[in-house]
């Protein structure tokens, strides 16, 4: 793994701005690693053995993500809306999961660790670089169940939803009265009102225009003969 | 894992913490020991303390007595130069200066070891000096019983650095004065710096090699610096041509001297104009004309933290600020009162 200071500076690049998030984000997942005895997170003997849980959508989580490398698309990345600042390390290999937690008190312990700074968030993120991870985080080994569906690889299993016929993947339908429904069907969703709409420029694709041209030549050529 | 049980049960089992008597003006101790086993006669005298009931503890395999948590952060708080022995009074355990010296208390960790639930630290004033055999702090856990982690958090915090608390001894410094001003240096003054400078250097055990005189001349303030260093002197106090008066030549001839930090003036009063500088290894203490007037000064702050090893600079000046007015008592009973303990 790169050094804290080199991965401070690009999490921050990535995430837009160096913020005390980045800080805590990036020592969290330098610690979650070295539990459960991932050195090198994004190297590809490494890769496919992490998963990630982040339990709140805040600045730390993107720095998290940033270091370790987990991709919500590889579903290595999961993210469970507690709103809470703590995230769990998982080594799918050696079955360890650490869950670490940043404490409370450090917000607190700021102006003591670094009393020179005055403005609040450039002193925590300078405290928060020279706090211990004793004082930083709190870590409990833990056990995650985790489905099979839940897991990297391809699509476990697919099936349609009985009232709107929406594919659905891994499992994640709902079954009720012996009928298979997508989640919105069965339970409602975050949308509501939902509307199918057409839209100006409906036909554009991001192919190149001189392809364009030549598949609307092709298509005349084609309809003269 | 705590249980409570009738007075009337407790006959044949072993208590599970002091229990502390107070007659006022009369004793203030533990009437009864932890571990010690309630017999018959006990009920009357546990009954006039107040106690109805008593508990009876059932340790889980995560779970740990006050006794041993105090241990276990004595063992984690002290530093070098700190001692402590197992054995805890009513949960507590004190911790005391193994040698004579100058109390360093790591603020920040106390801090966040004190935020810890469990458990708790108090000390004296970071900075104080101490006598050996002097308690300079005590801690104890908050509970009678509680889970093994926190504890172990806690000590983990106070373990990282060495220590929470430590006693630095004080070098036995070979000083150097330099008066300066042309005044005394002509004898139509007399000093009344050195005999001063002199009993403090002597109170913190240092040997005072030489007292020279200097004009207002950087040349020969600087060779004067010079002569010391060379003579074996490992600091140096300059008094006077310490203000703003472009004629105060004194921290010319400190730089002249080959000084390669320099810090001008210190958030304490009486002591503003106060200089540290360092040639080498030897620190060069500038002493503003306040000394001469006021029993307590910024140097008697800053002078013990030099003599046990500190390197003092511009955050150290700086952070005098807080706690660093001084009330100018009719009678001065410093060290005990507020000056200089904000930092
Ligand atoms: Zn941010
Ligand atoms: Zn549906």
Redesign the interface.
Known sequence: MQDFDTLLKKSADAHGHLCPGQVVGVRMAMLGCRLIGLDEPTRIDQIKKLIVIIEMDRCTGDAVAFVTGVKLGRRSLKFIDYGIMAATFINLETQTAFRVISTEEARDLAPVYAPEIPEKYPRQIEAYKRMPDSVLFRVQKVRVDMSEYDLPGPTRKKVSCSRCGQVVRDNREVVQNDFILCKPCAQGAYFREAKEIIWPDMNWTPAQEEDQMFVGKALRHESGK | MIKTIDLKDAVGTKLAHDITEIRPGEFKGAAFHKGHTVCNEDLCHLQKLGKNHLYLIDLEADEIHENEAAAIMAKALAGRGVVWKNEPREGKIGLKADTDGLLAVN???L??FN??DEVMCATMHNHTRVKAGELVAATRAIPLVMKRAPIE?AA??AA?NGGVISVHPLRQGKAGLIITGDEVCHGLIQDRFAPILNRKLIDLGCEVDRVSFAPDDAEIIRRAICSHIERGCDLVLLSGGMSVDPDDVTRKGIRLAGADEVHYGAAALPGAMFLVAYIGQVPLIGVPACGLHHRTTVLDLVLPRILAGEKIGK?EL??LGHGGLCQDCPECTYPHCAFGKGS
Do not use: C, P, T
Request: no cysteine.
């Open positions: 603020v920040a960790a801090a966040a935020m810890i958090r983990a915090i990282q955050k700086a952070f």
